[in-house]
């Protein structure tokens, strides 16, 4: 029916202008409320921004700590140049000889510390040894310094050793 359909048509536009001209009133009055929502949004996104850096910086931290990192974490030799790197991190699946970054050769091998000096005490840091076995050299390892077979997991010397090294590379540091 046109006439039925005309009023309510009518009826809905005057809905319409009704909300229309209550709008604006409604917007005044809820003016402080907003301007609290707003505050608290801008609480949220702290918060929100707060939980993402905790989360970036407890993956990076647990990335640093992981065992994968760990393990591409080693004292190398350059071959060449003799220099240590004592925690030289191997880049992700290379395999040695690694490129020496100041260099830019392939002259890195993995190294095994030696603490002992030619008199049979400890010494505090130690030197740092190519194994004959990565070097495809047949042979025991001899360390240059002190003369001592260095051996793969090469073993430490005593705790006691060690404190006396330990405390002597102190001394000297603070000399
Ligand atoms: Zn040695």
């Known amino acids: 029916m046109p006439s039925g359909t005309r009023s309510a048509n009518s009826s809905s536009l005057l809905d319409d202008a009704d909300q229309a001209v209550e709008k ?3 917007h005044e009055k ?3 409320e907003s301007r609290g929502k707003l505050w608290m949004a801008a609480g949220l996104a ?3 921004f707060a939980a993402l850096a905790f989360v970036a910086w407890t993956s990076i931290s647990s990335w640093r700590n992981s065992p994968e990192v760990a393990a591409r974490t080693m004292p190398v030799v ?3 140049t003799g ?3 004592t925690d030289f991190r191997a880049p992700r699946g290379a395999t040695f000889p690694f490129v020496n970054p100041k260099t830019g050769k ?3 091998f993995p190294a095994e510390a030696c603490y002992w000096t030619k008199d ?3 010494k505090f840091p130690p030197t740092y040894v190519i194994l004959n076995d990565r070097l495809g050299k047949p042979g025991p390892t001899k360390c240059p310094d002190c003369g001592r077979n260095v051996r793969l997991f090469n073993p430490m010397p005593p705790d006691a050793l ?3 090294a330990w405390d002597a590379a102190q001394s000297t540091n603070k000399r």
């Open 46 to 48: 702290l918060i929100a």
């Open 24 to 26: 604006p009133s409604q």
């Open 120 to 122: 049979g005490k400890a």
């Open 162 to 164: 060690m404190q006396q």
């Open 78 to 80: 350059d071959v060449e």
């Open 30 to 32: 809820s003016n402080g």
């Open 106 to 108: 392939a002259t890195l």
């Open 83 to 85: 220099q240590a790197f």
